[in-house]
């Protein structure tokens, strides 16, 4: 594993970040109100996403952790749409930030996190259970996108 940080911190930072850009770099304002609280049910889609797959986790008494073996194959609830729900609910969270933000700088924060966690967490992930489930992970990842 490359990175020290677990993805929960490059989401807050990323949360952080946004506000900053937000705030001190306003660079162009391109959504503005009503039509920036559409940035609201993605949030809400977001959390519910991730309290979803972290229930998955409890249910299934297997580790969130991405440098920690997972002691099953999670092929089941949001696992159905995406092999990583938990990034993808992150991602969600901060596209709503940005919406309702309406800053444009607020945007490049959720495409800077797809590549962080795209770089330093995914191909780990991936390829640790490949080597944990061989053919029964190749089979789910045929089937189930990476995001959505």
């Known amino acids: 594993m490359k990175s020290k940080l ?3 911190s490059y989401f807050y930072l990323s949360i952080l970040l946004s506000v900053g850009l937000h705030f001190l770099v306003p660079i162009k ?10 940035g609201i049910p993605l949030v809400l889609l977001g959390i519910a996403i991730n309290l979803w797959t972290d229930s998955v986790f409890k249910k ?3 580790t ?3 440098y920690e073996n997972p002691s099953a194959l999670m092929t089941a609830g949001p696992f159905r749409v995406s092999r990583h729900p938990m990034y993808l609910g992150m991602t969600l969270i901060l596209i709503g930030a940005a919406v309702l933000f309406g800053t ?9 996190f797809v590549v962080l966690m795209e770089v330093l967490f995914i191909p780990f ?3 640790n259970l490949e080597e944990i489930f061989g053919d029964s992970y190749r089979q789910y990842k045929r089937k189930v996108r990476r995001w959505i």
């Open 6 to 8: 677990l993805p929960p």
């Open 29 to 38: 304002k391109i959504l503005h109100f009503p039509a920036s609280y559409i």
């Open 60 to 62: 299934n008494k297997t």
């Open 64 to 66: 969130v952790k991405p």
């Open 104 to 112: 444009l700088a607020t945007f490049l924060v959720p495409v800077l």
């Open 125 to 127: 992930e991936e390829r």
